[in-house]
């Protein structure tokens, strides 16, 4: 389970970003969000919304066990590879993704 506490979930941002020697504004900029947002984030005022979240973690070199979630012993990769891939993607992207499949499932199904 994900440690849903904002001052922790800020915290473990604040000192990534310290242990890259990034200031808010250029990690901001990197991820194009807000410095203020992030600046929120890191003082526990706000959860970070979901691609914002995938976006520090990914550029910070962070992963969902910093913030105490627990890889399950069976875990498939490249599920979680695609699920992050989607969650990244842009409106357009997802439907592009969703044809791909679908052409694929008929043809595993015929």
């Known amino acids: 389970m ?3 506490d904002k001052k922790f979930i800020g915290e473990v941002i604040k000192k990534a970003r310290q242990k890259a020697k990034l200031s808010q504004a250029e990690l901001s900029e990197k991820i ?3 410095d203020k947002n992030l600046g929120n984030i890191e003082n526990g005022k ?3 919304q979901v691609n914002n979240f995938l ?4 550029f910070l070199g962070l992963s969902l066990e910093d913030f105490g979630v627990r890889k399950k012993e069976d875990k ?3 599920k979680e590879a695609l699920l992050k891939l989607i969650l990244l993607s842009t409106t357009k992207e997802c439907q592009g993704y969703l044809e791909i499949l679908n052409v694929i ?3 595993i199904k015929n």
Request: aromatic share 10%; net charge negative; charged share 30%.
């Open 46 to 48: 706000q959860f970070p």
């Open 105 to 107: 499932n008929n043809v």
């Open 32 to 34: 194009d969000m807000t």
């Open 2 to 4: 994900i440690y849903d």
């Open 55 to 58: 976006r520090l973690i990914e």
């Open 76 to 78: 498939d990769e490249s």
